[in-house]
T-cell receptor, first 114, second 111 residues
Framework: GAGVSQTPSNKVTEKGKYVELRCDPISGHTALYWYRQSLGQGPEFLIYFQGTGAADDSGLPNDRFFAVRPEGSVSTLKIQRTERGDSAVYLC????????????FGPGTRLTVL | KQEVTQIPAALSVPEGENLVLNCSFTDSAIYNLQWFRQDPGKGLTSLLLIQSSQREQTSGRLNASLDKSSGRSTLYIAASQPGDSATYLCAVSDSWGKLQFGAGTQVVVTP
């Protein structure tokens, strides 16, 4: 079956602009996670959804970052007033349910803020 | 605060040798531990998941052990091949599935 997909694969934007990154999880997976990976580092947790609700958003760096999952499937990560420090690869993962299940990762969106 | 460390940061071995990758974590209250592989410019592929109650998991040439009380996991890859060249990441999970990753070990297997 289809894996986790993310669009766009690459996004170049100018400082101060607004961007949206999309994640399509594996069908039937109720848990969805966003991570951010900087060069040479492991991914860092941003936010976790169980169904439609954000169960844990403790990793969002500040209030410029927001994510939604209105129907419990597709999720969108939204970044306002982008800064150069936001440049990174944004990864999405889904799992059948929370906790003990394997997480399946998408290919990521590489965001570059000029 | 949980910290995950992977040693070494990079490793180069000739084809056929066994690989040993180490992961340590500071807080033993984990739900599970996962090992991932990441190829350049790609997402992560899950290799093995060890529940906190387990001591090891095996899949083909891969074997991962977990010693929760000492905060350590080791990934063994037997008879390495050039196709095993990648970055290997370990991550510990809480009960929500939130993963905390190490920085990874970059592996090069030379023919």
């Amino acid at each position: 079956g289809a894996g986790v997909s993310q669009t766009p694969s690459n996004k170049v934007t100018e400082k101060g602009k607004y961007v949206e990154l999309r994640c399509d999880p594996i069908s039937g997976h109720t848990a969805l996670y966003w991570y951010r990976q900087s060069l040479g580092q492991g991914p860092e947790f941003l936010i976790y959804f169980q169904g439609t609700g954000a169960a844990d958003d403790s990793g969002l760096p500040n209030d410029r970052f927001f994510a939604v999952r209105p129907e419990g499937s597709v999720s969108t990560l939204k970044i306002q007033r982008t800064e150069r420090g936001d440049s990174a690869v944004y990864l999405c993962a889904s799992s059948l349910s929370q906790g003990s299940d394997t997480q399946y990762f998408g290919p990521g969106t590489r965001l570059t803020v000029l | 605060k949980q910290e995950v460390t992977q040693i070494p940061a990079a490793l180069s071995v000739p084809e056929g040798e066994n690989l040993v990758l180490n992961c340590s974590f500071t807080d033993s209250a984990i739900y599970n531990l996962q090992w991932f592989r990441q190829d350049p410019g790609k997402g992560l592929t899950s290799l093995l998941l060890i529940q906190s109650s387990q001591r090891e998991q095996t899949s083909g040439r891969l074997n991962a052990s977990l010693d929760k009380s000492s905060g350590r996991s080791t990934l063994y890859i037997a008879a390495s091949q050039p196709g095993d060249s990648a970055t290997y990441l370990c991550a510990v999970s809480d009960s929500w599935g939130k993963l905390q990753f190490g920085a990874g070990t970059q592996v090069v297997v030379t023919p």
